[in-house]
């Protein structure tokens, strides 16, 4: 890989607009930056706006440690109805709610009763997979059908906090902190069963992946100007997960992490996370959070795993 390549390996935010996918997104990256190699740490539907992290080249590997953390959303869900997508741009399902909304204080009581650890189901037109198919795809076949489209399985997730931010009309605008794998969408549904008038998400806004916010966001119209504008927005491999532990290794543990080896306290240098009877050494089996592994010229080398034995091994390489 070229050094020029190399320069532009890391994350790039991406606040992105209502109406490309995801995909789409990534696809004009790739063009912007003659890089194949970009991915995206979670998907935002077409008619959501916000925090899209992309990963560029060897941070393709980091994906599954940048995707765990928390998100956050401003979204609006409109009372009144429900949709087959759950969004305003599906079919309503039924007719609409007839009789007064329910007050302030019936909706934050319902919205409480979502805060904790639960089991939520997709959205029948959502990415996840059923037998190996995306669940839209299976859903459009069952609504050409006339069928109505199933939601896949129930899964875990997680909220950690809903505010109700404002209530005008049929309006209910929200600010949500949540784990990976939480539906809005969903939850606009589900409110609006609770609640039993019906509901739809009206509006998405994600503002914060991770350790990402939209402070760190860069517009797609600036991203995709030039190259060298979209290369200066990218945040280097050095500059990723800096909220995990590091430890710094010497000449040696460098090529022991290349081969994929296990590194013990003689190859390291320092650590910002010191534990007694171990200075400057994050080994052993005080936890199993993952490490960053870096060389002596703060390069990131990979991620690294505790492990019993008092070592630490090499779980990501990046070559």
Same mark, same amino acid.
């Given at each position: ?34 890089? /194949? +190699?970009?991915?995206?740490? @979670? ?7 916000? =925090?899209? %992290?992309? &990963?560029?080249?060897? !941070? ?79 859903? /459009? +076949?069952?609504?050409?059908? @006339? ?7 129930? =899964?875990? %997730?997680? &909220?950690?906090?809903? !505010? ?98 296990? &590194?013990?306290?003689? !190859? ?12 400057g050494f994050v080994g052993g089996t005080g ?33």
């Amino acid at each position: 890989m070229t050094d020029d390549r190399r320069a532009t390996e890391g994350v790039l935010v991406v606040d992105k607009p209502v109406g490309p996918t995801s995909h789409d997104v990534v696809a004009m990256m790739r063009r912007t930056l003659g890089e /194949r +190699r970009i991915g995206h740490t @979670g998907t935002l539907d077409p008619a959501a706006s916000g =925090v899209l %992290v992309l &990963v560029i080249g060897r !941070a393709t590997r980091l994906v599954r440690f940048l995707a765990v953390d928390r998100k956050a959303y401003d979204a609006v869900v409109h009372l009144g109805v429900s949709t087959d997508t759950y969004d305003a741009q599906g079919e309503p399902l039924g007719e609409p709610h007839q009789g007064p909304l329910p007050s302030r204080a019936e909706v934050e009581a319902a919205l409480a009763s979502f805060v904790g650890t639960m089991l939520q189901r997709p959205p029948a037109f959502s990415a996840k997979k059923i037998g190996g198919e995306r669940s839209y795809a299976v859903a /459009r +076949r069952q609504v050409a059908s @006339g069928v109505q489209p199933e939601p896949p399985a129930a =899964v875990a %997730v997680s &909220v950690h906090e809903i !505010a109700l931010v404002g209530y005008t009309d049929a309006a209910v605008s929200l600010r949500i902190a949540c784990s990976d794998g939480f539906y809005v969408r969903s939850l606009a549904f589900d409110l609006g069963e609770r609640l039993g008038t019906g509901a739809h998400l009206a509006s998405l806004r994600r503002t914060r992946s991770g350790e990402f916010s939209l402070g760190d966001a860069h517009s797609l119209e600036a991203l995709t100007s030039s190259r060298e504008a979209a290369r200066k927005a990218v945040t280097p491999l050095s500059g990723v997960l800096t909220g995990l532990p590091a430890i710094t290794v010497t000449a040696d543990g460098v090529r022991l992490i290349e081969h994929g080896r296990d &590194v013990g306290p003689d !190859a390291c240098i320092e650590a910002t996370e010191r534990r007694p009877g171990r200075p400057g050494f994050v080994g052993g089996t005080g936890g199993s959070q993952p490490i960053r592994l870096l060389g002596p010229d703060g390069a990131l080398l990979g991620i690294g795993s505790p492990t019993a034995s008092g070592l630490l091994h090499p779980s990501v390489v990046l070559k």
